[in-house]
């Protein structure tokens, strides 16, 4: 029963922290339409950002990640101007595979900036814990979990009451509808990628301190981000954070009762069967039986 | 060929094809530089993945940045095989292909119901997930500590000939397998589902099919590539047979080279890797991965960027540029010979075309199914403007030869709003029916539930006496249905030809290996194309015709089907007079041969001179139905399909005593109800 317990704790912080890792993610995917492979690499960048920011000038990653929030802001705004619009006009097909590449080139600039060898911050509380009778809850995962659900909440805030969320959620819905009335969405689509790579710097922190990154772990974060927005299905903030949940539940529980080693390949199974199985995704499953009934 | 041309460039290309192929085999003979076989060992392994990799992401467009899962697969089936079962790899690696034939049927599943993006994802996701099985299966492939293959025991004089000289004729099966796609039915649907994968599936292609073997080839040619591969470097690890960076490699190759051409995937192999093999010589120290990784991914971004379509098509469109440039030709092409044509309305030699079309099945094939739908004799044919005490003609036919599409209770709901509520609807064959209806009044979406490009959330359709509501948009176009969209959808990539013989009647594999278009089919389709004064047009582009001829190819195109029912889509909007004076004439022969036409049309006028009966829809439920004189006196219709704005206008014009003319809309409204009046054509 402890067991059990600890592990959907684990598995609730950790989806928590996915679903962060994932917001930028959801965000072009479920307003653009654009799977942006780059997110792994991002998610590395803002992680030795934090890192070089707390082994340097002694800033705690959470906080150092509010000044990572800028570069990324800058670089995702660099992306879409001068690499996925230019795509997008001529073939939407092509954003993945271009957006993959940027991913490459941010890898193997990383791989030359910080070195090929395993990093992490390793701040005080990265390895402390509160005790909650024979339950244990880590610090850094509960402190990840916090920033996840802050930025999450923020993010939503943002989207229903902001008039750049209007627009936002406009041209997601109707492209046309939206252009019409006035809303670039050549302007949209920068700040939304300015605000999707703005986020992955917190990912990112959280990241460098929850685990060990080298810059081709890159290829493993956009995997499992990829699985958090498929699983979405709709690209929706709060859906995805439901899906983290479930998802780190699932490796969670799978870590516990059968191996660490298969925990890994959990995403990519999940992203598997559902799209084979169910394209639509886990959450718009259950909105359109709710409308067939 | 109208002036004899010095040098044949097709000549050329051949030449210089042949010349490369006779290097390629006697360089080993001649040179035992191993450095050189080598780097032309993973050349062919490269241009092999390209051009297998080019028949579904080029061909189809699905592209995919998991292929070197397949590499991986076959590399680790061969080497299980041979270090367990001591299987020759050379058997070994068939079985590899085998093994991931069978993957790629499973993968290809994914595109049954979703499209490019999430293909590109589950390939991703695959390799992904091999690479994480194989490292945790180590009781089968050795997990981290790798897999050794039994070193090879030929003799030293043979060098790599073992597998240069398999590769190599690997590699040639692969060009010729993808250029018989080319030149095959499969291709045709192929490029067809690249440009439009609905109206495909609307037209009988069996797309799923397409898919699938698109993908098995190439996934088997590179697994069984990956065989030899893994008995050539003799020892397996994870992390390097299934790299992305393989895939990404294999996806710069074809692109670099020209994505959906034959040459250009294996031209960008034959420059990439030599590339490749360069940095790696030449890069040492312990950032050499990271600068090759910047390189390759740098190259691949600057070629999605800044040349997108390829070297090839690049270097094809440049040559063409020149070319029409020196002719300085005054007038554009297609400008000259369209007017004449096509505009002759009525006219003797539209007699006899529609017999053409509606039998359009090479006489080779079985027409196997006559009981299929029904045949219906002429003299069951409603006559026009019965009196309106008689009873509906069309009813009348309804009720002695059935209905050849009864729709029941037909609902679609999109979140709260019900697009399509509850509407019964019954269509005779030989006749013509109109639906009526203001904009967003649900007709639209009710062609869409009818040919299935929308499944409806209750109801029931029957055509032709079967109940179609479950069934894909391929088995209702085999069972008789067809249709034309508001704007024609056409197939770019395709000749005018390749459009009008490309629907298929009926499901069958055999078809896919006939040539694009046989012998039979090309002379039934010209005099088609003939008959529509299209024929000069038949080896170009629709893409390169005016709005109306596109029109009528599209019709054209649907009638290959031989339907049962025809669902036309505003045919006449935003055509000239004459050609839709040209198109009541084909509407009304399709009527006079049995088949049922359900026609959404704004121009009253038109709709009226055909009709035999109407159907009005308002806010997606059916408000009246009968002849268009019934209708028209339905005060309900008039209230619906003019809104306030006839209750405003109403106003001032009956204080006038006028008949009121409501603009564009094309309707007379007198006190009598509806009359039809000569101002009809739309402008746009």
Not at chain 2, 22 to 46: E, G
Not at chain 2, 92 to 97: D, R
Not at chain 2, 578 to 606: K, N, P, T, W, Y
Request: net charge positive.
């Amino acid at each position: 029963m402890t067991e059990l317990l600890q592990a959907l704790i684990f598995g609730v912080l950790t989806g928590g922290v996915y679903a962060l890792m994932a917001t930028g993610l959801t965000l072009t995917f479920g307003v653009m339409k654009i799977v942006n492979m780059a997110q792994g690499a991002l998610l590395i960048l803002s992680a030795y950002l934090c890192w070089t920011l707390w082994s340097h000038l002694g800033i705690d990653p959470l906080l150092g990640s509010l000044i990572v929030t800028v570069p990324l802001a800058a670089l995702g705004i660099l992306i879409y101007r001068y690499v996925v619009e230019r795509v997008q006009r001529h073939d939407h097909g092509l954003t993945i595979v271009v957006t993959f590449a940027v991913a490459l080139v941010a890898e193997a600039l990383i791989a030359l900036t910080w070195g090929p060898n395993p990093t992490a911050t390793t701040p005080a509380y990265f390895n402390q814990a509160f005790k909650l009778g024979s339950l244990t809850i880590p610090r850094a995962q509960l402190y990840a979990f916090l920033l996840a659900v802050a930025v999450t909440a923020l993010l939503q805030l943002g989207l229903k009451r902001t008039w750049l969320g209007h627009a936002i959620t406009a041209a997601a819905e109707n492209p046309e509808g939206a252009r019409l009335i006035g809303i670039q969405p050549k302007r949209i689509g920068t700040w939304i990628f300015a605000i999707a790579t703005a986020t992955t710097a917190f990912g990112g922190a959280a990241l460098s301190f929850l685990y060990q990154f080298t810059p081709d772990s890159q290829d493993t974060w956009i995997g499992l981000t990829l699985s958090v927005v498929i699983l979405g299905g709709l690209g929706s903030v709060p859906g995805a954070f439901a899906v983290g949940v479930l998802l780190g539940l699932a490796e969670s529980v799978t870590t516990t009762y059968i191996s660490v080693r298969w925990s890994e390949a959990v995403p990519t199974i999940l992203i598997l069967l559902v799209l084979l199985i169910r394209p639509q995704g886990l959450f718009t499953l259950a909105a359109r039986q709710d409308a067939a009934t | 060929m109208t002036r004899p041309v010095l040098i044949n460039p097709v000549l050329i290309r051949r030449a210089l094809i042949a010349a490369a192929l006779v290097a390629l085999a006697v360089f080993p003979l001649v040179s035992n530089d191993l450095y050189y076989q080598t780097m032309l060992i993973l050349t062919f392994l490269l241009a092999i993945g390209a051009t297998g990799w080019n028949i579904m992401g080029g061909y189809a467009g699905y592209i995919s940045l998991g292929n070197s899962a397949f590499v991986g697969l076959g590399a680790y089936t061969t080497g299980i095989l041979a270090a367990r079962d001591n299987i020759s790899p050379f058997l070994g690696c068939l079985v590899g292909g085998l093994v991931c034939a069978l993957a790629a049927a499973v993968l290809s599943l994914v595109t049954r119901r979703t499209r490019g993006m999430y293909f590109i994802i589950v390939t991703f996701a695959a390799l992904q997930l091999l690479g994480i099985v194989a490292t945790i299966w180590s009781g089968l492939t050795g997990g981290s500590q790798g897999l050794a293959l039994p070193i090879p025991t030929w003799s030293l004089t043979y060098q790599n000939w073992p597998f240069y000289y398999p590769l190599l004729a690997l590699l040639v099966l692969a060009v010729a397998v993808s250029a018989w796609v080319r030149r095959s039915k499969l291709g045709l649907g192929l490029f067809a589902i690249q440009d439009d994968e609905g109206k495909a599936a609307g037209l009988g292609l069996a797309t799923n099919a397409y898919k699938l073997i698109a993908f098995v080839l190439g996934g088997t040619f590179l697994g069984v590539a990956g065989g030899i591969y893994a008995y050539y470097v003799t020892f397996l690890n994870v992390s390097a047979v299934f790299d992305i960076v393989t895939s990404m490699l294999i996806v710069l190759s074809a692109l670099l080279g020209g994505r959906g051409t034959l040459w250009g995937p294996v031209l960008g192999a034959f420059i990439i890797e030599p590339l490749a093999n360069l940095t790696s010589t030449n890069l040492g120290g312990a950032n050499a991965g990271a600068i090759r990784l910047l390189l390759f991914g740098g190259l691949l971004g600057l070629v999605v960027l800044f040349l997108p379509k390829g070297l090839l098509p690049t270097l094809s469109a440049w040559k063409t540029h020149r070319q029409t440039q020196d002719q300085k030709d005054p007038a554009p092409e297609r400008l000259r010979p369209a007017q004449s044509a096509p505009m002759t309305p009525g006219g003797g030699h539209q007699d006899g075309g529609l017999a053409q079309y509606s039998h359009p099945l090479p006489a080779g094939h079985p027409d196997g199914t006559p009981g299929e739908r029904p045949h219906h004799q002429n003299d069951d044919r409603p006559e026009r403007n019965p009196a309106p005490a008689d009873p509906d003609p069309a009813a009348l036919a309804l009720a002695l030869v059935g209905s050849v599409l009864a729709v029941r209770g037909l609902t679609r709901s999109f979140g709260g709003l019900r697009a399509v509520d509850q509407v019964d609807l019954d269509l005779a064959p030989a006749s013509v029916t109109g639906l009526l209806g203001p904009n967003g009044s649900g007709k639209t979406t009710l062609f869409n539930l009818i040919d299935g490009t929308v499944r409806p959330s209750s109801g029931r359709l029957t055509l032709a006496g079967r109940r179609i509501d479950h069934k894909s948009r391929q088995a209702r176009a085999h069972t008789g249905l067809a249709r034309t969209y508001q704007l024609p959808r056409l197939f770019p990539s395709l000749t005018v030809l390749e459009n009008v013989v490309l629907a298929e009647r009926r499901l069958s594999l055999s078809r896919l290996f006939l040539p694009r278009v046989t012998a039979a089919e090309r002379a039934r389709a010209m005099t088609v194309l003939a008959d529509l004064g299209l024929a000069q047009y038949a080896n170009t582009s629709p893409a390169t015709l005016s709005y109306g001829q596109r029109k009528l190819i599209e019709l054209a195109q649907m009638l290959w089907l031989d339907p049962a029912l025809v669902l036309l889509d505003e045919p006449a909007a935003g055509i000239s007079p004459a050609l839709s004076q040209r198109l009541a004439g084909i509407i009304g022969r399709l009527r006079a041969e049995g088949v049922g036409v359900l026609l959404v049309e704004h121009d009253v006028a038109f709709l009226a001179s055909l009709s035999d009966r109407v159907y009005v829809m308002a806010n997606g439920k059916i408000i009246a139905a009968g002849t268009v004189a019934e209708v028209s006196a339905n005060p309900a219709v008039v209230d619906a399909y003019l809104g306030d704005q006839v209750a405003l206008a109403a106003g001032n014009a009956l204080a006038a005593g006028t008949p009121l003319a409501v603009g564009n809309t094309g309707l007379t409204v007198g006190n009598t109800g509806l009359a039809v009046g000569p101002t009809g054509e739309s402008a746009s």
